[in-house]
């Protein structure tokens, strides 16, 4: 009888051990799936998106060239402000690239207010370091050289610009 017990037991523990192998070979054949069918859909992807690079760069003119999403140039908004004192503007010159990153940048006060003159040459001073080499969409200051509210009148002014520059 104990023979018999043992022998069942020797079939149960096979059967078992047969299904955790085929479990198990399920399990890596979906994860192996998975990761092919994500391979390829990247390598789609970096295909697609090296095609439409190349079809946006055979576009370019000597003058303004479009690729990305932005008209590549030279753009000049007057961004406003609210002070203590008042009302202040700030003139701004940005010039990017087709793809929307800042390649140079100019800013002049734009106020008669001498209190605003001195916070805006302070921001002026140092607000290039934080903005040249940027997409235009990512640039948004909050306080340079400790003129905070300058910064509000320059972002302002970026907002403009954006707006032109988009293709």
Known sequence: MEAEDN?????????????????????????????????????????????????????????????????????????????PGGSSDINISVTIDGTGTITATEATEGTSNRESQEYQQKFISGYKSQVVGKKITDVQLSRVSGSSLTSKGFNDAIAQIEKKAQA
């Open 7 to 83: 022998n069942g037991r020797g079939k149960q523990i096979a059967i078992s051990a047969g299904i955790v192998v085929v479990i198990a070979l399920t399990i890596i054949g979906v994860v192996a799936f998975s990761n092919k069918k994500s391979d390829t859909t990247a390598s789609t992807t970096s295909t697609n998106q090296a095609a439409t690079s190349t079809a946006s760069d055979s576009t370019t003119t000597a003058t303004t060239a479009t690729t990305g999403s932005f008209k590549a140039g030279t753009y000049e908004a007057t961004g406003s402000y609210t002070n």
